[in-house]
């Protein structure tokens, strides 16, 4: 489910779906924007956005879901959701906002 469908939900639903609030998903969108945001530059275009790719994360994370699973719901290949779930979590470290 892209995130565009997500923004009808309440907040308590939302939470209930991502596992986090949504405050905490807009901040932790902030953090990993200015890498994973690709429009405009060189080379490949991300097939999804930035929030797509940290709800991809957040669904690895929670649902304890196979790659394989979740990349047959996204429409990507499974080694394209181990590197999406691997930038994020890499830049929400490095953040230092989220443990």
Same mark, same amino acid.
């Given at each position: 489910?892209? #995130?565009?469908? /997500?923004?009808?939900?309440?907040?308590?639903?939302?939470?209930? *779906?991502? @596992? !986090?609030?949504? %405050?905490?998903?807009?901040?932790? !969108?902030? $953090?990993?924007r200015p890498s +994973? =945001?690709?429009? %405009?530059?060189? @080379? @490949?275009?991300?097939? /999804?956005?930035?929030? =797509?790719? $940290?709800?991809?994360?957040?669904? #690895?994370?929670?649902? #304890?879901?196979?790659?394989?699973? &979740?990349?047959?719901? *996204? %429409? +990507?290949?499974?080694?394209?959701? %181990?590197? &999406?779930?691997?930038?994020?979590? =890499? /830049?929400? &470290?490095?953040?230092?906002?989220?443990?």
């Open positions: 489910m892209q #995130y565009q469908e /997500l923004e009808h939900l309440s907040n308590r639903e939302f939470k209930r *779906w991502c @596992g !986090v609030s949504r %405050g905490a998903f807009h901040e932790m !969108v902030e $953090v990993v +994973l =945001d690709r429009q %405009g530059r060189r @080379g @490949g275009q991300a097939k /999804l956005s930035v929030e =797509d790719q $940290v709800l991809v994360a957040l669904a #690895y994370w929670r649902e #304890y879901r196979s790659q394989f699973h &979740i990349a047959v719901s *996204w %429409g +990507l290949h499974e080694t394209t959701v %181990g590197r &999406i779930v691997k930038k994020v979590e =890499d /830049l929400l &470290i490095k953040s230092g906002k989220f443990r």
